[in-house]
DNA sequence: GTTCCAGATGCAACTATGTCGCATCTGCAG
DNA sequence: CTGCAGATGCGACATAGTTGCATCTGGAAC
């Protein structure tokens, strides 16, 4: 990712939390530079810990408020984690994918964002369930660790 | 679920247990009639509650160590929710099924557990990755909440 | 039935992840 | 520049789960 497509996501992001007529404050902005410029999935005390280290000092409620009016906006993604924190990614249209957590591990693989379309398709048909892919990762082993996975647990 | 299939699902619990040398006390017992009798899915203090109502109040750490070992044997399957405490339940082979979450009312449906098996088989193919397909609940909107849905949140 | 001890339990303190009420501050519209 | 709705900081609270340690007990050995 270059400082330009960086410099795209945060402008594109201000540009639609305006649109909402949210207010850009100095820790929104922060913020938002903090997930522009990382392409890694990041928990709400990580985004707190880059703030700090961007000198930008944001309390966790401020961080969590924060998140919570960028998902709104559908500026951000939430996904949670069986165990362990959610985290958060800004939404980018031409990067989409859902999420696989090793259960090992605990590091998060990226999946083709269509892997589920036939899942989702057939819920709707069958039980009317309407599906929302994104919002949980899959869980499993990845290659390294599935050879010695425990069922259990 | 009749009187006598209850009776069946706690003695095989319990013969499951002692095949794995562990004991078998008043805590752990009165935990698997709980599990036993019950269709739906219970969180570690739905469980605790249970507990007291029927005499035997065990300790909050109990519950949760006592649900850990019964994991580990494979006699109970614990089921992540995105917000909220994990559920259990009795591993039952003819009565598996996947979870579905309703992310409006918080709702959990039942899915044929054969759901994701063409998934599965996708990401184990294409990235060597091995889903564990029953330990996080999908997640959407039911048939009744469906067409208010808000995606973003 | 008694003894023994690994393993189970009770308890309290602790961690982690969020949430909330309220006083203060600040973006931004006018 | 001013006013104020809305954002922030702060601390207290809530929920979910874990851990260290002293005590108790299931069940195997005798």
Redesign the interface.
């Given at each position: 990712m270059t400082p330009n497509d960086v410099a795209r996501r945060v402008d594109d992001a201000v540009a639609r939390l305006r649109a909402r007529g949210e207010r850009i404050t100095k820790a929104r902005s922060a913020l938002i530079d903090v997930l522009a410029g990382c392409e890694d999935h990041l928990s709400a005390d990580d985004i707190a810990d880059r703030l700090a280290a961007a000198e930008t000092v944001a309390h966790r409620a401020t961080v969590y408020r924060t998140l919570e009016s960028l998902?709104?906006?559908?500026i951000v993604a939430h996904v949670?984690l069986?165990?362990g924190a959610?985290t958060y990614h800004l939404i980018d249209a031409d990067r989409a994918h859902l999420h696989?957590l090793?259960?090992t591990c605990g590091e998060i693989?990226d999946?083709p964002s269509d892997?589920?379309d036939?899942?989702r398709a057939?819920?709707e048909s069958s039980?009317?369930?309407?599906?929302?892919?994104d919002?949980?990762?899959?869980?499993?082993?990845?290659?390294t660790c599935?050879p010695d996975?425990d069922?259990?647990?």
């Open positions: 998902v709104k906006a559908g949670h069986p165990h959610a696989l090793c259960r693989l999946a892997l589920l036939d899942v057939r819920l039980a009317g369930f309407r599906l929302d892919p919002h949980v990762a899959l869980t499993g082993w990845c290659r599935a996975a069922v259990a647990g």
